[in-house]
């Protein structure tokens, strides 16, 4: 079987997990493109195309529309069913053209699958699939179901017409997805991140939660995050006299650092935070042996692989009820689940885990990694991958 996967850019530092796809069809003997935007990265995990690129110059990009135009002319039939699909659906002769251009790289290809890892990478290429005769597959994730139709409304309108079969990460964001309109009879299957158990994993016996306590968050700077709840609730356990350090891992724009920067200040809590960067996977897995209690209040998550880190490390997990954090730890078992927005209720439910006996913190933390061992391998999700194709 031939499936094009399409992403904006080469899996990157956080996206380990289309690596990891990839990887697990190409051993069940599948056939696998990725086609991203025009890029100077070149993945070396399996064939990689791009698409055309858009001059600045007008002149410049109607040399390219040419050239890009003599490429398409070996797949005429497919452009001629490309532009009656869109025409169809009522697009005008200009965005045609200029779709077609775009969409060049997709109109030449031969597989059985175009799945997009983002469904905010489908928008006006809805036609595209059914113009070749694939199937079309899309990926919901966090940030395309939760946040950018809030600003973008019906941006899926299209989409839900021609799509054959979506991934879902969590039960909740099928839950949005039928709510933004998506057709509850198209096929579905939920298949959750994973991570590497061997790598992740920490088998020296649990330590006393002592003072000064260990916070850590591994997740880019930025608002969805929750960071500044974060903060607000570790000030109050602060004022409580509770003596403490918070370790942010994770990289983003100088406007979003500045911006958790300058709460931990008017928080006075400048002597506590730690902002460590981007680090690599063994310098995180040595941040996580130093840490206690692991901190995700993200105001929007569609799962999250760090939380699984975490917990396959053995730390005590608190987490908001944003999105599939409360299909990621289960409350009282494998974590601890706190509404969203609320730094006072973090705050509460911080101060009562600190509470727990060792023994209770130990038989947690247990159930956690026996948990993220089970259901959240990297060969569990190359199997249900498998599954999705055929």
């Not at 809030?150 to 039960?171: A, G, M, R």
């Not at 916070?215 to 000030?235: C, D, I, N, P, S």
């Not at 006299?241 to 920067?261: L, Q, V």
């Not at 509470?355 to 209770?360: A, G, M, P, R």
Request: with cysteine.
């Amino acid at each position: 079987m031939k499936i094009g996967l399409l992403l904006s850019s080469p899996p990157g530092y956080s996206e380990t997990f289309f690596t990891s796809k990839i990887k697990g069809l190409q051993a069940q003997g599948h056939s696998v493109l990725l086609i991203t935007a025009a890029t100077s990265q070149q993945f070396t995990g399996c064939k990689h195309k791009t698409h055309p690129r858009v001059a600045k110059s007008v002149w410049m990009q109607l040399v390219r529309f040419l050239l890009v135009g003599i490429t398409l002319l070996p797949y005429l039939q497919r452009v001629i069913r490309y532009i009656k699909l869109e025409r169809n659906e009522g697009t005008s002769l200009k965005r045609v053209i200029e779709k077609t251009y775009l969409n060049a790289t997709l109109l030449k290809l031969d597989v059985d699958w175009l799945h997009f890892g983002f469904a905010t990478m489908a928008i006006d290429r809805e036609l595209v699939a059914k113009a070749i005769g694939a199937k079309m597959a899309v990926s919901f994730r966090g940030f395309d179901i939760a946040i950018y139709p809030l600003k973008h409304p019906n941006c899926y309108h299209k989409l839900w017409k021609f799509v054959d079969k979506v991934h879902t990460i969590s039960n909740d964001l099928l839950v949005k997805a039928h709510a933004l309109g998506l057709p509850k009879s198209i096929s579905f299957q939920k298949i959750t991140p994973a991570i590497d158990v061997a790598f992740f994993n920490n088998n020296s016996l649990a330590k006393s939660v002592e003072q000064p306590i260990h916070f850590l968050t591994v997740g880019r700077l930025h608002w969805k995050k929750g960071y500044v709840q974060m903060l607000e609730a570790l000030a109050e356990l602060k004022q409580n006299g509770t003596n403490f350090t918070y370790s942010i891992i994770g990289g983003g724009s100088k406007r979003e650092r500045e911006r958790i920067a300058f709460a931990a200040l008017q928080l006075d809590l400048t002597d506590e935070v730690i902002f460590k960067g981007i680090l690599d996977s063994e310098a995180i897995k040595e941040e996580y042996k130093k840490a206690d209690i692991y901190l995700q209040y993200s105001i929007s998550e569609g799962f999250c692989n760090a939380v699984l880190e975490a917990q396959a490390m053995g730390l005590l997990c608190i987490v908001s009820n944003a999105e599939g954090l409360s299909e990621n730890v289960l409350h009282n078992q494998s974590g601890w689940v706190v509404p969203m927005l609320n730094p006072l209720a973090l705050k509460t439910q911080i101060e009562y885990v600190l509470n727990l006996s060792d023994t209770i913190q130990t038989i947690n933390r247990q159930q956690a990694k026996d948990r993220v061992r089970k259901e959240f391998t990297i060969e569990k999700q190359q199997q249900e991958f498998v599954k999705f194709y055929t």
